[in-house]
T-cell receptor
């Protein structure tokens, strides 16, 4: 089955700086990679996703890049703001391992200090 | 749209007692998932339904956990008897088209077994 590793586990950044979270996956058949943001005590919410047929996707201050050859994908947050503070989870979905079953990373606690 | 609705939000029970969680998915979402999220970790899939059929329950501890999705809409997840290690947040999610466009999570039920 799929295995997803996420780094770092915690990330502290100054407001206005950029934050980068990296994930690696093991199953080369994985073809869908969503990112979720979870604020304390709240539900995980999808913030951006990418499919294996594209290398990069942007949505305002967030972007995701995918390197299929190296089997890793990253979340980039630019011009960070205090409201970006949350736990971020990456996930991978493998079509060969029960379509729609996401394997989540362990999460990255992002703290943005003013 | 109400989103994925879960109840109760919190539950505290003594070990060996039974407990049940309820989930109402987004209208029209045929796929329903139950995930368990331990503190500081990413969600882990327990069971996935396509309509009323459980299509992936390989990670459900069947000796004490059971689930049902009668009529392919609402779902319940039950634990009997509960153990201390079952303390976690139980998340329900639903999706259209087998997770092709990501999930929508409910707010979860935080279970504490004492």
């Amino acid at each position: 089955g799929e295995n997803v590793e996420q780094h770092p586990s915690t990330l502290s950044v100054q407001e206005g700086d950029s934050a980068v979270i990296k994930c690696t996956y093991s199953d080369s058949a994985s073809n869908y990679f969503p990112w979720y943001k979870q604020e304390l005590g709240k539900r995980p919410q999808l913030i951006i996703d990418i499919r294996s047929n594209v290398g990069e996707k942007k949505d305002q201050r967030i972007a995701v890049t995918l390197n299929k050859t190296a089997k890793h994908f990253s979340l980039h947050i630019t011009e960070t703001q205090p409201e970006d503070s949350a736990v971020y989870f990456c996930a991978a979905s493998s079509a060969t391992d029960s379509w729609g079953k996401f394997q989540f990373g362990a999460g990255t606690q992002v703290v943005v200090t003013p | 749209e109400a989103g994925v609705v879960q109840s109760p939000r919190y539950k505290i029970i003594e070990k060996k007692q039974p407990v049940a969680f309820w989930c109402n998915p987004i209208s029209g979402h045929n796929t329903l998932y139950w995930y368990r999220q331990n503190l500081g970790q990413g969600p882990e899939l327990l069971i996935r339904y396509e309509n009323e059929e459980a299509v992936d329950d390989s990670q459900l501890p069947k000796d004490r956990f059971s689930a049902e999705r009668l009529k392919g809409v609402d779902s319940t997840l039950k634990i009997q008897p509960a153990e201390l290690g079952d303390s976690a947040v139980y998340l329900c999610a639903s999706s259209a088209r087998q997770g092709l466009y990501g999930y929508t999570f409910g707010s979860g039920t935080r279970l504490t077994v004492v």
